[in-house]
């Protein structure tokens, strides 16, 4: 008789890949550190936006944001805005009640590992889609709860609780073929304080002790030699101490824009969406037609000096738009430009007459994962796919805007003031930890989107097809 495998898996949003290491050698996360002595710690690279909800796609899914049509935390569409404004399929931010249609805007035909592993639970994630509520377990009171610690700036009750809520269900009796938690804490401390502040450090320490009490339950049980643990982030974070507001930007530039929350102005000629804070796209609507624009055209609906002025910001590490060409893609800053073109299988990087991705060099490499390979260790690991992922979708917008490490791309509208962002294609917010209890896995660079074929491998499921690949 074979024993049953299981999956726990830990998502502590905005754990960050320098960060964790160091904590853990200064023996402040015993737990996990146990976890990385009988198996594996390692970088991992996360996707673009990186930025909460859309990075937990690749590794819920399989699938990346672009190819999911779920380019942000917030996005616009424009053809069908062009199409009538009153038409919920315009634009989105799930920072608020419209996160209820995060599981609708899903591709039907994308499963979820909750709908592939069997008995699967769910903690704090927004993406619940065909989750009975008796299996998602901070359901209940989430609302309230969420709301007190945003406003309060008390974070940690929430991690308490639903670390609560996993014993309880287990103390209940019930067993489970995944379990998925997600652990906030992190992120939102390094976003209102910053990313090594004292709350933020006590976040980190409320996931190891869960995992601990949790480890000795199961181990109790006799389920933990069959279970496979899994604890990764969606994305790092960097302090933020300078905020320009990109949709107050463009409105003061005579492109009037919409953006949340301000989604209901008279006559608008672009619209913002931010994500992160670091992240941002840019949609022009003061053309004919409804279609994403490419460099010639963009050049013409905003102008060159207005781009070449935006790209001057102090905030803004460089845009991307699409070539005049397909499936081409100018990475431009203030020292001018570079393409990234995608011929087939193929991945080409050429700086013109700058280098804003910072690679040094001509890349050339047949394929995504030799793309991914070429570029792991840079300042922009993964930038070549990310981005050739992310403008798959119209809702991508016309131009994105990578933010500079030290600001961000919202203001006003933001309260509490962020003190941390991501979103950016900056290697602080695209590495993550990779930590599992296994040990001779693959050694090539990772994507979070591998994880979805391995959970599903250990199971003994055929992985359906998707954009990430087994590591083992």
Not at 147 to 169: C, E, N, S, Y
Not at 286 to 306: C, F, K, Q, V, Y
Not at 346 to 367: C, H, M, T, W
């Amino acid at each position: 008789m074979h024993n049953k495998k299981r999956t726990l898996f830990y998502l502590v949003d905005g754990a960050h890949a320098e960060i964790m290491p160091e904590l853990i050698n200064q023996g402040l996360l015993p737990n996990i550190k146990r976890i990385i002595d009988e198996g594996t710690y390692r970088k991992a690279t996360t996707c673009f936006p990186s930025t909460t909800g859309p990075a937990y796609l690749p590794f819920l899914t399989g699938h990346f944001p672009g190819t999911m049509g779920i380019t942000g935390i917030r996005w616009f569409d424009k053809k069908e805005f062009k199409r009538t404004r009153w038409n919920k399929m315009a634009m989105r931010s799930y920072c608020g009640p419209e996160a209820a249609w995060f599981n609708t805007d899903m591709p039907a035909d994308k499963p979820t590992l909750f709908e592939l592993m069997g008995e699967s639970y769910n903690l704090y994630n927004m993406i619940t889609r065909n989750v009975p509520d008796e299996y998602d377990l901070g359901k209940k009171g989430k609302g309230l709860l969420y709301t007190r610690a945003h406003f309060w700036k008390r974070h940690h009750p929430v991690d308490l609780q639903g670390h609560q809520r996993i014993m309880d269900m287990l103390q209940s009796g019930k067993d489970f073929d995944f379990l998925f938690a997600v652990f906030p804490s992190v992120d939102w401390d390094s976003h209102y304080h910053d990313v090594r502040d004292a709350r933020t450090i006590e976040a980190y320490k409320i996931v190891d002790n869960s995992l601990g009490e949790v480890r000795a339950l199961l181990e109790q049980k006799g389920w933990w030699d069959d279970t496979l643990f899994v604890m990764t982030s969606d994305h790092g974070l960097t302090p933020t101490d300078k905020h320009l507001d990109l949709g107050d930007w463009m409105t003061n530039n005579d492109l009037k824009s919409v953006y949340y929350p301000t989604i209901w102005k008279s006559n608008p000629k672009s619209a913002v969406m931010i994500s992160g804070n670091s992240f941002g796209s840019i949609h022009l609507l003061n053309h004919e037609g409804d279609h994403p624009l490419r460099e010639s055209e963009i050049n013409t609906a905003m102008g060159t000096n207005r781009l070449n002025s935006l790209i001057a910001e102090q905030a803004v590490d460089f845009g991307i738009y699409r070539g005049n060409t397909e499936q081409s893609y100018i990475v431009h800053n203030t020292e001018g430009k570079a393409t990234v073109q995608v011929n087939g299988d193929k991945f080409i990087y050429r700086p013109e007459s700058a280098d804003p991705l910072k690679q040094g060099r001509d890349i050339e490499v047949n394929g995504h994962r030799a793309a991914l390979e070429a570029t792991f260790e840079t300042d922009y690991p993964d930038s070549l796919f990310q981005i050739h992922q992310l403008f798959r979708s119209r809702r991508a917008g016309d131009i994105v805007i990578s933010a500079r490490v030290g600001h961000d791309l919202r203001d006003f509208w933001e309260y509490p003031e962020h003190l941390g962002s991501h979103g950016s294609l900056h290697k602080s917010h695209i590495h993550v930890p990779l930590i599992y209890n296994q040990k001779n896995w693959n050694t090539q660079p990772a994507r979070t989107a591998d994880l979805f074929n391995s959970i599903l491998k250990w199971k003994g499921i055929t992985p359906k097809a998707s954009e990430g690949e087994s590591l083992f």
